[in-house]
Each structure stands twice: as structure tokens, then as C-alpha cells.
């Protein structure tokens, strides 16, 4: 008997004792006890039956119960024979089988493998194991041989009543079928096979995490990579001609989070001071500096390109978008920026403040 079916019983025995014990006060003790407690780690193995199946007739039961060891050290004290039903009740007075209480051949008590014979195998259906041991027991039940304690048999052995207890123990798990007894069948349960009365099914079910909820509309927003822009030209300048410096004008994203396609569209400007020399020099108009928008990514369109002259002194676009119903929708963009400086300018180091506004 696997050890899952062990549980099972042992687990139906502490349930079913309390309900004994409660009606007890009311009504007259039960035919057979609760079951015997089987406790898995005294489990020492199977049992080996002759015949597999048969009829619950007289001496219709198993002729030769065989083991392959015997009973172990310290558990040579006697051997009894127990059926433990299917609602896991069992006699408490009589034996299926004959007990042992001499270690004799066969017996298991001298350590070899037990082998039982006859009525030692099985008594079913005789005097002294009636009928009415199978009748209203339909279901899969566990034949057992026990090796009780002791170090070598005394003359005595545990009752019926004692169930198995302590004692270690081979089983083998028999599915009896008795019916309205007009033909009572028995038959061993393949190992591995579900026992008709504990099937079992698994079901499975993956609960999926709690959606937080979505975070609430935060708007238009910008965000610029920190650092100045520093434009480059010629190394060399020639008297009386214009010097052009350029640079590149880095990312710049626009983050539209008002999940609102109804929204209106928006625009990011871009407006420049005059360049101021830290000397105070004549400062270079803005309208010397222009740019060429460039998309990066995201879902909007880059402005068109400001050529030197008109510039940047007043606001320009550097992109455009339309509103959305999905959430942080982002545009990116840069600009190639071309600064024009006349030839009448002096040198020196110049600074012009770029102001982006979204709209």
C-alpha cells in the first residue's frame, strides 16, 4: 500500500475516533474498530499472493502470502494477519489468518523471508473469519502481515483489537466487492493504481498579479540633456568677411501625458538672446543664429529650418505633435544650429541663452 494511502486512513482515524467516542454515551460500541493508525515509516514492504483475484468464498482467498525479507530485529515477537476495510475499520477480535508465535520456517520471526501457507494465508469465510467480515465493505482495502515487537517470540502477541500499533508491517492493497453477495469478487490493486476510493485530481489555476491602477494624466512635459552647446568655426578669420561657427543643439524630448485625444496639439518654440561678449563687446544679433530641427523618434514632426537672418530671435518651432489617448507619448528631436558672425564683430568669447517653450 502506497504511503499516500497510509495518510489517508491515518488521517480517517482520528476523525472517526472522536465520533465513536461522542456516540458512545448513546449507542452500543461498533462491530470493528477505527482504523489501525498505519504509520508509512514502518511500512517494510509487499506483499506476495499466490492469486490475484478470486471469489469471496470459502478459503477463496490467497493459499500462499510471501514476503521478500523478514521480520527485522527487535520485531520478532510474534506475526499476526489484519484486513483493514475500505471506511478503514477492521475486526477486533478474530484474525483472517493464522497468528504466528514461533519462529518457525516461513513465519518471518527468524529473519527469513515469510512465507505463509493455507490458512495461515488467508482464513476468509470459516469459522473463524465469517461472512459477515465482507459484507457492507465494498471498496479498496489493505491486507496486512505484521512483525510485532520483540526480540524473539514469548508465547504471546498484541489482539486483534491492537491493530497494527508499533508493529512493522507488510501490505498489499485488495479491492473487495461484495455487493448484495451473489457473486463477492476480490482483486489486487496493480501498484501504482489510484485506489478507487481516494482518486485524486489536481487542479490548477494561476491567479494573475493585481493591475495597479493607471497613473493619472501629468500633461506636457520637456527634458533636455544638461550641458552648454558649444559652436565651433574656422580657426583663422579674414578681415571683412563673415565668420561661421556651427554646433549641434542636443536632445531634446517631449513627454504628452494628457491621454486625451480631444487635446490640442502642442509645440515646442525656441527663442535665443543676443550673444553678449564677456567684455562687453557689440553683441551678434540672434538673428545670426538658425537652425535645422531633426527628428530623432517618438510620434511627432521636427520644425522647419530657420535660416540665418530671419533666426531665432523670436520663437521658432523645434516640433509639433498631435494629441493622444495613450499615455506618455514622447517626441525627440535635435538641431544643427548655424551662427553668422558679421565681420564687423570683435573677437572674443560670446554667450547667447536658448529658451525652448512648450505650448
Known amino acids: 500500500m502506497s504511503s499516500t494511502i497510509n495518510r489517508r486512513k491515518a488521517a480517517l482515524a482520528a476523525g472517526a475516533a472522536v465520533a465513536t467516542a461522542a456516540a458512545g454515551l448513546l449507542l452500543a460500541a461498533p462491530a470493528g474498530a477505527i482504523d489501525p493508525s498505519l504509520d508509512p515509516d514502518n511500512r517494510l514492504g509487499d506483499l506476495i499472493l499466490d492469486i490475484q483475484s478470486g471469489a469471496i468464498v470459502t478459503l477463496g482467498g490467497p493459499q500462499v502470502v510471501s514476503t521478500e525479507i523478514g521480520c527485522p530485529e527487535g520485531y520478532r515477537g510474534s506475526s499476526r494477519v489484519l484486513l483493514i476495510r475500505a471506511d478503514g475499520s477492521w475486526d477486533p477480535i478474530r484474525f483472517p489468518g493464522v497468528v504466528k508465535i514461533a519462529a518457525d520456517p516461513g513465519t518471518g520471526l527468524d529473519g527469513e ?16 473469519y465469517a461472512r459477515s467480515m465482507f459484507e457492507g465493505y465494498d471498496g479498496v482495502g489493505t491486507y496486512i502481515v ?29 479491492d473487495f466487492q461484495f455487493g448484495d453477495g451473489s457473486d463477492p469478487t476480490w482483486a489486487v490493486v496493480p501498484a501504482g493504481a489510484a485506489a478507487t476510493d481516494d482518486s485524486k485530481s489536481d487542479i490548477n489555476v494561476v491567479v494573475p498579479k493585481v493591475e495597479e491602477p493607471p497613473e493619472p494624466p501629468t500633461g506636457l512635459k520637456i527634458s533636455v540633456k544638461p550641458g552648454a552647446t558649444t559652436l565651433t568655426g574656422p580657426a583663422t578669420r579674414l578681415e571683412d568677411q563673415v565668420w561661421t561657427a ?26 535665443a538672446s543676443p550673444f553678449l561678449e564677456t567684455n562687453g563687446m557689440t553683441p ?17 514632426t521636427a520644425g522647419a529650418a530657420v535660416a540665418v537672418g530671419v533666426g531665432l530671435a523670436t520663437d521658432k518651432p523645434l516640433a509639433t505633435g498631435t494629441a493622444s489617448d495613450t499615455a506618455n507619448v514622447e517626441t525627440t528631436v535635435n538641431a544643427a544650429l548655424t551662427l553668422d558672425v558679421p565681420a564687423a564683430s570683435e573677437d572674443g568669447s560670446y554667450k547667447s541663452t536658448l529658451t525652448l517653450t512648450l505650448i
Request: hydrophobic letters at 35%; proline letters at 6%; one cysteine or more.
Open 146 to 174: 505484521t512483525c510485532d515487537p520483540g526480540e524473539a517470540p514469548n508465547g504471546s502477541y498484541p489482539t486483534a483489537a491492537d491493530g497494527v500499533g508499533t508493529s512493522k508491517y507488510f501490505s498489499i492493497d485488495i
Open 284 to 300: 551678434i544679433a540672434a538673428t545670426n543664429l538658425g537652425w535645422t530641427p531633426n527628428k530623432v523618434s517618438g510620434a511627432g
Open 113 to 128: 523471508p515469510i512465507v505463509r501457507l493455507g490458512s495461515s494465508a488467508s482464513r476468509w469465510i470459516t469459522a473463524n
Open 246 to 271: 556651427t554646433g549641434t543643439l542636443d536632445d531634446v524630448t517631449v513627454n504628452d501625458d494628457r491621454q486625451d485625444a480631444g487635446a490640442s496639439a502642442w509645440t515646442l518654440n525656441g527663442k
